[in-house]
């Protein structure tokens, strides 16, 4: 696979990873990720953003940078938006092929580069509006802290517009010999907004207070294109991209969400799970769109996506052993990680010899405020009259949703 050159003296270099490794340690990348570079030349090189040796990433990356007649060994400045090893681990290894190259950051990502890897010298401090001249192509600087580590920028290309935006603007997805939105079919695009949602949801929402001032201090600035270093580059519409996170961003900042319920259910015996279907019932009456996750077999990586976007939430879970079922217990840990905010929400599930799951988690979403539908508990199979209860109670959250 060649370098894909985005304008004169600028090209992409990427790397598909697929592997049954997490991202993070954590998240499933069942369709892979790219791990994305920006080669810029003139009088002198940059590489814009590394990668880990991860799956054969170095090897593609060498075989592009070769199809456009260079290689780590010609690189007179590697930058660096973002230290998180995906876009680093192979720093070493670079510095000890190429010891002149000099490296770029900000000053805590500079600080970074002396702590996690324990390199001295060659190394460049940039703040907010410093520039770098290739001879042909000036880059500009802009601090982006939080996203989503503090040391975070983007690397701006003056002559060509280009955004190069590291984990800003990214999404899980490999994307083969194909890197640029007007590459893809409609059916494409609708996967891989899926695919950043998750992506966002995963890795970007805690952070996105810090992406809606990122998008302030960006909102001026001419850009053609959208780089990032996960995902496909936008050259034809790099607007899209952008208002998609400026969505994400505001789900869990005080901006709508979707006006949908997010299912999320756990069930031991199945008697939570009748319950559930009564609910299910009672939103399918008011017709509110709905999306439905069980728990564990479902990876909290794509129950988030769903709850993130949504207005509405229902959460059905047994008692287990005095406390919620711990499924379940760890979606709400992540929920408050990523700050799930102002939901409609409704609790329901059954218990055994005594309950307890619904003291914990009314405890566990104290400070989520949440608007909350009143929760249904019963013990063991649930009576006519639960069942009633909760397709009413099923038909109170839709209808909350729907008025938003």
Known sequence: ????????????????????????????????????????????????????????????????????????????????????????????????????VEIISTPKGISMVRKFFKIEDNLREVKNGDTLDLGSTILEFFETPNIHWPETMMTYDRQNKILFSCDGFGSYGALGDRIFDDEFTAEEHAFFEKESLRYYANIVASFSTFVRKALEKLADLPVQVVAPSHGMVWRTHPDEIISRYARYAGYNTGSPCEKEICVIWGSMYGYTKQGLDAVLEGIKAEGVSVTVHQVPDTDASFVLADAYKAAGLVLA????????????????????RKHFIEKKALRIGSWGWVGGAKKEYEQRIANFTWTCVESVEWQGLPSTEDLALLRERGSELARLVKRG
């Open 1 to 100: 696979m060649n370098a894909h050159k985005i304008a004169a003296q600028v090209w992409a270099v990427h790397a598909d990873v697929h592997t049954d490794t997490r991202f993070e340690g954590i998240w499933p990348i069942p369709h892979g990720v790219t791990l994305n570079s920006y080669l810029v030349t003139g009088t002198k090189t940059a590489l814009i953003d590394l990668a880990k040796d991860w799956a054969g990433s170095i090897d593609q990356l060498e075989t592009q940078l070769a199809s456009a007649g260079s290689s780590f060994e010609k690189i007179d400045y590697l930058i660096l938006n973002h230290l998180e090893p995906d876009h680093t681990a192979f720093i070493i290894e670079m510095r000890k092929r190429n010891p002149k």
């Open 317 to 336: 879970m047994p008692t287990y052993e005095y406390k919620m079922f711990p499924p379940m217990a760890h979606i709400l840990d992540l929920f408050e």
